[in-house]
């Protein structure tokens, strides 16, 4: 497959998707020079400073709906929580849980001269740390995963209601083991007491760390404001839909039928597979605005906690169907670039089709020419030197012709789609020319290993070669070192290419799979390859290609 011309926009919309895969690549890696995943480095303390400044603000601010025992029925520093980890990595889970065992102590929370603070801390430490293993366990599932489960932002929704439900795991043994802070006596309060935990992280989690994280995006240049905003039609449609099931709810509960959710809930569902997660989250705002403030005076506690369950699901539900909605947008975004780059391709198929016919016909009246001006030298040998001076000129430029026709007709006949052997040195020298002078401008070293010139693959040489480019452009693009590797190692009878480069950067939310790294693995994979991703520690990621050695390609065919 060879290279498509794509149009200005096509290329700059391709290479920030394939930056944002290169970063999401990051978001598991140890940090730089072999420290502890868990040790931040030294501009990120001051992020953990604020971080336990808001903790405590918010923390002091979510006592206006304590529940049943310690827990908040709206715990907004949750929201905070969720958006560090996601943000910098679940790697600053420990350093966070300190932040807020500090904070926790110095607001009276955990007391030292108290025979039971061992378990204080465990008890404030264990849902942070929740936090983080939801995290990471999310983006590990997300980046093995296809579909909208892998494209944004799908992997932010399944975190922000798996890391309040992890939360609750971690805490039923403190809950437990500590009834004189929970006030739990028996097995209900336990179930209302966590109940009201998991409520209250979902409620702050999903109306506080989504703009966080937008803030943090756009603050950076990451993200940038929308260029269009939501049509008047579209706006008019989410505000009546909401309203009329806000307007519904309100007379059931003026006639006495109760505060049922459900018609919230199907308004903002609506809302949000109709216009995305954004639209989603201000009508899950508008809701928390009239629902909050009620249940901050004195309400029964199980009364406050049905309104709170029910905007929870509100919100889970409403979050989640905006997720999805913006994930299948991006996934036909993707679909639609990748048609663009086929329809250029067949275009490309036809012109060189032409091209072919072209040169046939024009290949023998050439071949006619060169042959007479060779015989028209010869005769004008002893006639006018000016006749025998042109026509040598005459047959060196049909021999040019000529060399240039058969240059053409190689390059554009059958053979250039057949498979043939292809030495690994021969490949990785067409590839370095290719990427060198690309790496050099951004400022970044190739470097390749010594290959055993023994080494040879059945492949089409212009495609496997466009695969293993991209990969290359990909790793310089990430590398934060400056160097780009490339080593060939044998695997019994396999050959396997690593492109690795050092990324240690902060992660991304994931907001694509380039195409680039599609069209690699789609040609790698028509080769009987695979390509994978692997981990090398120290911030060191390796894009492994393999590829079946001859040997083993003729021995399956035998």
């Known amino acids: ?16 998707a394939e930056r944002a895969d290169a970063a999401e690549l990051a978001a598991l890696a140890p940090s730089r020079d072999g420290q502890a995943r868990w040790l931040p480095r030294e501009r990120e303390w001051l992020v953990l400073a604020g971080y336990g400044v808001i903790f405590v603000a918010l923390h002091r601010l979510a006592v206006l709906w304590g529940g049943v025992g310690y827990y908040s029925l709206w715990f907004p520093a949750a929201g905070v929580r969720l ?19 500090i904070v926790q102590c110095l607001t009276g929370v955990v007391v030292f001269t108290q025979p039971e603070w061992p378990r204080g801390i465990i008890g404030v430490a264990s849902p942070v740390l929740a936090y983080g293993i939801a995290v990471a366990v999310v983006r590990r599932v997300a980046d093995g995963a296809t579909g909208s489960l892998a494209t944004a932002p799908m992997p932010l929704g399944l975190a922000s209601v798996l890391a309040p439900l992890a939360a609750v795991a971690f805490a039923l043994p403190w809950s437990i083991m500590r009834p004189d802070i929970t006030n739990v006596a028996n097995v209900r309060d336990v179930i209302a007491s966590l109940t009201g935990f998991a ?16 803030i943090a995006d756009l603050s950076s240049g990451r993200t940038a404001m929308p260029a269009m905003f939501p049509s008047h039609r579209h706006i008019a449609e989410a505000v009546l839909v909401l309203g009329v099931s806000l307007g519904l709810v309100g007379t059931l509960a003026t006639i006495g039928l109760g505060i049922p959710a459900t018609p919230v809930l199907l308004a903002i569902a609506w809302i949000g597979l109709r ?15 009239l ?15 049905a309104l709170h369950m029910s905007l929870a699901a509100v919100a889970v539900v409403g979050y989640l169907a905006g997720s999805f909605a913006d994930a299948e947008a991006r996934a036909l975004a993707a679909v639609a670039r990748r048609d663009r780059m086929l329809f250029q391709a ?56 000529s060399t240039l026709v058969r240059r053409l007709r190689r390059f554009g006949g059958r053979a250039v789609d057949e498979p043939s052997l292809l030495p690994i040195g021969t490949l990785l020298d067409t590839i370095t020319a290719l990427t060198r002078p690309e790496a050099s401008v951004a400022g970044v070293a190739i470097r390749v290993a010594p290959v055993d010139p023994e080494w040879t693959v059945l492949a089409q040489e212009i495609e496997i070669a466009q695969a293993l480019v991209n990969l290359v452009r990909n790793a310089v693009q990430a590398t934060d070192d400056g160097v780009v590797e490339i080593a060939v190692t044998r695997r019994d009878e396999r050959i396997a290419i690593a492109v690795v480069n050092h990324c240690a950067d902060h992660p991304l939310v994931h907001e694509g799979m380039g195409v680039g790294s599609l069209v690699a693995k789609a040609i790698v994979e028509a080769h009987g390859g695979t390509l994978s991703r692997a981990d090398r520690g120290l911030a060191r990621i390796a894009h492994v290609v393999t590829l079946p050695l001859v040997g083993t390609l003729v021995g399956d065919a035998a």
């Open 1 to 16: 497959m060879a290279s498509v011309p794509l149009s200005a926009a096509d290329r700059d919309a391709e290479r920030a």
């Open 83 to 101: 958006a560090l980890f996601w943000r910098f990595g679940a790697r600053l889970a420990p350093a966070a849980a300190i932040t807020e065992i």
């Open 291 to 305: 629902v909050l403030p009620e249940t901050t005076g004195a309400m029964a506690v199980d009364q406050r906690l």
């Open 346 to 401: 067949e275009r490309l198929k036809t012109l060189r089709a032409m091209s072919v016919a072209v040169i046939h016909e024009i290949s023998q009246p050439l071949s006619t020419l060169a042959i007479e001006a060779r015989h028209l030298v010869e005769i004008s040998g002893n006639a006018d030197p000016d006749i025998a001076e042109t026509a040598r000129l005459i047959e060196r430029k049909t021999a040019t012709l």
């Open 199 to 214: 409520v209250g992280d979902m409620l702050g989690v999903l109306l506080i760390a989504p703009p966080l994280l937008w």
């Open 275 to 289: 216009f995305g997660r954004a639209a989603a989250w201000a009508a899950i705002v508008v809701t928390a605005i």
